[in-house]
């Protein structure tokens, strides 16, 4: 048996499954690593913690992995801070990894920041597009400042960052890719200071926005509750998923699970129709490859006008309603 | 008595912080006069902290790094009911990324000496990474949740607290000391009182540099920042926009063709 050496070590993926289904954002980022490790002459690997997870890891091999390293157990069923941290730091302190990628999902906000303080590296949130650079560094995205600024780990290891599911594409899967499965074992000595005693699941109302063909979103220009609740009409009369900007957010009008853009949810919709918004990066990296894209602004000099394909120049609180009579008449004409 | 460190931020005023941005020419950032405030999510923070010394009495530790202006938001929370305002100032400690400032803050905890309950935001409204939460609990070697909503049950020992995911929640039982990190679901923070600002007149704040934590220069700051930023850029947008223009009912009309010519409406 010949032993292939790598000049760098893995790029890992660090994979979230609920109920044993492995969320889409980490087959995505998987075959983000794919493209890494093949530029870098390193192998994929993933870490699957759970339980009864046979099939999942031979679909992420399918996906780009060479090995998958497994915990399956009872315990790892659902994610344990403790247990996942310790299991996950000590393979990186064994395997050496290049680069750590982690959705950025309720726990991809919470383990990559416990893991990456026990390392003492670097960690980037919320990424939207990841890069090596002429040095092989990763080059991690992020909009700021009305711009992108790139943020990169230079000396620490692994190179950890975050992204949102629909921030890469999905890959195809290759059934007929070879890759290994490891299994890894529940470590004992664990603190055990913290317990999930219940997870209570509810039911998302209305469209699911990271699937939806059309997206209405609305910004702070919708100006009160009652302004809100009309640009909610319109998403309904366009069957469209409603979205959401932080200052609508933050005003209460919607919860958190509607916020598009870097910190929020990623949407492809063939329509996207912004309202009273002011078209801010923050918020409009959070849409790819939207056909058609439309804002309302009450101020023509609006940035988000140069981000459009069709601009309306008016006050939203007056224009929705009379869009959506509009509509109906047409709907039933 | 419960001992509680709230770690508070001040941010750039999130109603300004847009006219931050990066020239398009020089690439460097346009440092416009925007005022610090206290960072939105940590006024939940302070309010879970006050609120759990009004029902249980408690000591109330008021902790942030930052450059000197910060210091009026450290006096804002002594307004709100804090006991003890604590500024961690320093130039050595500019250009901290998440990890340099948990390491900061885990020193400054550390110096407050024993806590039952460590309060974070979820978020800041700038760096909005979220990590400083769970790397500073790391760092103390101390349990964390995160997106805490409620909390439900305080026993002596262990804390029942209701924790946000997507679609639904988690019940999480936490062993003390613990931090957590709260959402504006927690709560509505109370707005500043007149008497509240003048007891807290009465109260210092001490302001701790490099020295007072006995800490290395390279652990701190720029230099003990694991990232950095490499390269910042201004972006190009490819659409062309054409702006629908009449009536009112005539733009509504005329975006409606655009759209049902598009094939995204259909008429019965
Ligand atoms: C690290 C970080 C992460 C962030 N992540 C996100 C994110 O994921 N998602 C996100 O959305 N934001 C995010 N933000 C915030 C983002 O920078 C912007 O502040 C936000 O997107 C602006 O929202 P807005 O357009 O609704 O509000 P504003 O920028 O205040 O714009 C409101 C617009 O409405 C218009 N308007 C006002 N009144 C009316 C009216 N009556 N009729 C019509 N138009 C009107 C105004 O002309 C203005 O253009 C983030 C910020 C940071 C620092
Ligand atoms: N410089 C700081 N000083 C004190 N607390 C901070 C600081 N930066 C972040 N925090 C705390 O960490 C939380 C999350 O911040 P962030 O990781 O930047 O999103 C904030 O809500 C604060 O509670």
């Known amino acids: 048996m010949t032993t292939v050496e790598f000049r760098h070590g893995p790029v890992w993926v660090i994979a979230e499954q609920i109920e044993g289904r492995v969320r889409a954002v980490s087959f995505q980022l998987i ?12 192998p994929v690997e993933v870490i699957l913690l759970g339980e009864s997870l046979d099939e999942p890891a031979q679909q992420l091999i399918a996906a780009g992995a060479d090995t998958v390293y497994l915990g399956d157990d009872p315990d790892l069923a659902f994610y344990h801070p403790e247990i996942y941290t310790e299991m996950i730091v000590r393979l990186a302190q064994e395997r050496q990894p290049e680069i750590m990628l982690i959705g950025s999902t309720p726990m991809g906000r919470e383990l990559p920041a416990l893991v990456a303080a026990r ?93 939806a063909a059309v997206v209405v979103a609305g910004g702070a220009g919708a100006g009160d509750p009652g302004g809100w609740r009309e640009i909610q009409g319109l998403a309904r009369v366009l069957n469209a998923a409603l979205g959401s900007t932080r200052p609508a957010v933050d005003e209460g009008w919607t919860e958190l699970e509607t916020m598009i853009g870097q910190s929020g949810k990623v949407v ?35 940035p988000v006008f140069e981000q459009v394909d069709y601009g309306i120049v008016d006050d939203c609180r007056e224009f929705v309603p009379v869009l959506i009579e509009k509509i109906r008449e047409y709907q039933t004409k | 008595m419960l001992k509680i460190v709230v770690c508070v931020k001040a941010v750039p005023d999130p109603e300004k912080a847009d006219q931050i941005r990066i020239d398009p020419v020089s690439k460097a950032l346009v440092r416009a006069d925007v005022p610090l405030v206290l960072n939105p999510l940590d006024k939940n923070a302070m309010e879970a902290a006050v609120q759990l010394k009004e029902q249980f009495g408690a000591h109330v530790s008021v902790l942030s790094m930052g450059p000197p202006p910060a210091a009026n938001v450290v006096k804002e929370c002594l307004a709100l009911g804090a006991d003890q305002g604590i500024l961690l100032s320093d130039r050595a400690f500019a250009g901290a990324d998440a990890y ?35 790397e500073l609990a790391t760092l103390l070697d101390t349990p964390i949740v995160t997106m805490v909503e409620e909390i439900i049950e305080y026993g002596d020992e262990w ?27 927690l709560n509505t923070p109370r707005t500043l009182s007149f008497s509240g600002i003048i007891k807290a ?37 490819t659409r062309e926009v054409e702006m629908i223009s009449g009536t009112r009912e005539e733009m509504a009309e005329r975006l409606i063709q655009k759209l049902a010519d598009a094939g995204f409406l259909a008429s019965s």
């Open chain 1, 31 to 42: 075959g983000h690593a794919r493209k890494l490790a093949d530029e870098l002459g390193a």
């Open chain 1, 119 to 211: 390392l003492r590296t670097g960690l980037t949130a919320h990424c939207i597009d990841l890069v090596l650079n002429e040095n092989m560094i990763l080059e991690q995205k992020v909009p700021g400042y009305g711009g992108l600024i790139s943020i990169i780990c230079p000396e620490r290891r692994p190179q950890m960052a975050t992204a949102a599911r629909g921030v890469f594409p999905s890959p195809e899967l290759d059934t007929s890719r070879p890759g290994r499965v490891a299994p890894l074992v529940v470590p004992k000595e664990i603190p055990h200071r913290i317990e999930t005693l219940e997870i209570v699941r509810e039911e998302p109302e209305g469209v699911p926005l990271e699937s």
């Open chain 1, 268 to 302: 492809s919709p063939e329509l996207y129709l912004g309202v009273g918004l002011s078209g801010e990066l923050q918020h409009m990296v959070g849409i790819v490859g939207a056909k058609v894209m439309v804002a309302v602004n009450n101020d023509a000099k609006s």
């Open chain 2, 100 to 134: 340099a400032t948990a390491y900061t803050l885990a020193r400054g905890v550390e110096k407050i000496g024993s806590y039952d309950l460590i309060l974070c935001g979820r978020a800041s409204s700038d760096g909005s990474t979220e990590w400083v939460g769970p």
């Open chain 2, 159 to 185: 804390w029942k607290v209701k924790s946000g995911l997507d679609n639904g929640y988690r019940v999480v039982r936490v062993k003390l000391p613990a931090v957590l990190t709260v959402t504006r679901e």
């Open chain 2, 201 to 237: 007149r009465r109260k210092q704040i001490s302001q701790w540099g490099i020295d007072d934590l006995d800490i290395p220069e390279q652990a701190v700051g720029l230099k003990g920042s694991p990232t950095i930023v490499s390269e910042m850029t201004t972006q190009e947008s």
